[in-house]
């Protein structure tokens, strides 16, 4: 007997590849709902080439769903993730509401699985630029362990949404067909949709994703911080991050420099990262064989290059890590918790409701 799954914020750019990793999924599902705003209800997708129509998300929308997947902002997933628990079903949250939530595992399936056990009806899944470096630097830690993470992250717009790809395309076909200067484009998006003043994407960089924090790094940049040490479960590993949004429309990439308790012989650590599950290693530089970010769409992997010694520190080591920021960024690894809960009988457990009810 399959479940009834329910996909929240199914419209969206992470919505639709949510049920499209479903289609391929192992899960036994012998129901689809599809969740949306007002916007979006009354709309047809297709699944399995069957035509379900989009309903309306409210309080009573998860009588009889086993397991709901939920991509439709933090404030959708704090009003109505507690209304699916208390109808009985799991929920497996892509937004960041509830990630440093204590009572909330925050999982990649590849690194910390064995979170799922303790789960109070609500799983988060980890930032998007997290999760391709935690598969990336899991075996490492394994092997020799982890002192310090410095990551500089150079991120696909898509991570702001649809409508930040819309404007990246606006911009470029502004300055390319009509001859407008990168710095003369109207932005109205990038680089953060909640801050005072917007910048252009096209031909440009921008080192600031999200709001600032009173310590002047970013938002996005602190859920990086915060994430590792609670996917780690280590307090003590130092993280840093510089986050920046490049003109890529998808696949986040990542320059990060670490450092070992131990030290670790480069062969040795390509040979973990390429034995790791979620990993695929492709570092030849003598053939010019590195990880790309379009290389890289529509993959659930995250590929990992570039390996080597820094020149000073004798346990640190440099890597370029890319992965598709929508589907092992989100929605495969959100499908992929609900796979693990499944193999792990966690779908139907007992649980006290923790959450408030809004």
């Known amino acids: ?58 309080e009573d929308s998860f009588d009889g769903v086993d397991i709901a997947l939920f991509s439709a902002g933090g404030s959708v997933s704090a009003k109505f993730a507690p209304y699916a628990v208390k109808a009985g079903a799991v929920v497996v949250d892509n937004t960041s ?18 979170a799922l056990d303790a789960h109070n009806g609500i799983i988060a899944c980890p930032n998007c630029s997290t999760i391709q470096m935690m598969v990336a630097l899991e075996p490492i830690r394994q092997k020799w362990g982890l002192s310090r993470v410095i990551v500089s992250t150079y991120q696909a ?22 001859g407008v200067e990168p710095k ?18 096209a031909f440009n960089a921008l080192a600031q994703i999200d709001v600032f924090t009173d310590n002047d790094y970013t938002y996005e940049e602190m859920k990086m911080t915060n994430e590792t040490k609670k996917i780690m479960e280590d307090d003590s590993i130092a993280v840093s991050a510089t986050c920046v949004r490049i003109p890529v429309l998808f696949s986040h990439s990542e320059s990060v420099y670490i450092e070992t308790k131990a030290v670790a012989p480069i062969e ?10 979620g990993a695929v290693l492709e570092d030849d530089v003598a053939h010019q064989v ?54 792990r009988g966690l779908v139907h457990p007992t649980v006290e409701l923790k959450f408030e009810l809004k």
């Open 1 to 58: 007997m399959g479940y009834t799954v329910a996909v929240v914020g199914a419209t969206g750019a992470v919505g639709t590849r949510m049920i499209q990793q479903l289609e391929q999924s192992t899960l036994p599902i012998d129901k689809l709902r599809l969740l949306s705003s007002s916007r979006s209800a009354g709309k047809v997708l297709q699944y399995k080439g069957q035509d379900i129509t989009v309903e309306l998300t409210t």
């Open 97 to 114: 509401h509830f990630r440093q939530n204590p009572d909330v595992p925050l999982v990649v399936p590849e690194v910390n699985a064995h």
């Open 157 to 178: 717009v898509s991570g702001a949404g649809q409508s930040a790809i819309n404007e990246t395309i606006r911009e470029i076909k502004e300055v390319v067909n009509d």
């Open 184 to 201: 003369n484009v109207h932005a109205d998006i990038l680089p953060s949709g909640g801050d005072k003043k917007h910048y252009p994407i």
């Open 268 to 277: 040795e650590v390509k040979a973990a990262i390429a034995s790791f599950p």
């Open 290 to 343: 590195y990880p790309q970010a379009a290389n890289a769409v529509g993959s659930r992997e995250t590929y990992v290059g570039r390996i080597r010694k820094d020149l000073d520190i004798e346990n640190g080591i440099h890597m370029w890590v890319v992965s598709d920021n929508l589907l092992k960024g989100a929605a495969w690894n959100s499908v992929q918790i609900a796979e693990t809960l499944h193999e």
